[in-house]
């Protein structure tokens, strides 16, 4: 049996292998959407301390934009490969919600695989394990019919 899976960081995705997503906030007074749920911006239009409900957002967005971290992000960041491993990161439209969300994309995606437009979802990744745990994170990875 291998190890078991837990999230890196609790209350911010499923941890569905099929159909992960992204667990956001929505307000029960203006209906806009934040993510992460308790962290995420105000709506202006929003009273103060409004109250929030737990969601699931949606799957699968458009990427708005997309960059390539080539150095070592500031910490917290975590680097558990020597040398260290340039990776994109996308910015994704989630259309329902009118927001876009930053995120890492999978591993083995380059910078000459993205396109503005093109479709992706949340994806589940080891950010790095132990003797009893893989710890997950999400990331984006390209759109593929029959994980939605």
């Known amino acids: ?13 499923t941890m569905d292998p099929d159909a992960p997503a992204l667990i956001g906030g929505r307000s029960k007074t203006s ?28 799957r699968q967005g458009k990427v708005w934009s997309y960059t390539s971290a080539d150095y070592p992000p500031a910490l917290p960041y975590l ?24 995120g890492q994309m999978m591993p083995g995606i380059q910078i000459r695989d993205m396109q503005v437009g093109m479709e992706v979802q949340v994806a589940l990744d080891v950010l790095y394990e132990d003797d009893e745990y893989q710890y ?9 019919r029959g994980r939605e």
């Open 136 to 144: 997950m994170v999400w990331k984006w990875e390209p759109f593929r």
């Open 31 to 58: 209906g806009s959407y934040y993510f992460p749920k308790d962290l995420g911006g105000n709506d202006p239009e929003a009273p103060a301390n409004e109250d929030r409900e737990e969601v699931a957002l949606t």
């Open 79 to 102: 680097i558990t490969d020597e040398p260290f491993k340039p990776f994109v990161i996308a910015a994704v439209e989630l259309e329902k919600e009118s927001m876009v969300v930053c």
């Open 1 to 13: 049996m291998g190890k078991k899976k837990v999230p890196a960081v609790e209350g911010m995705f």
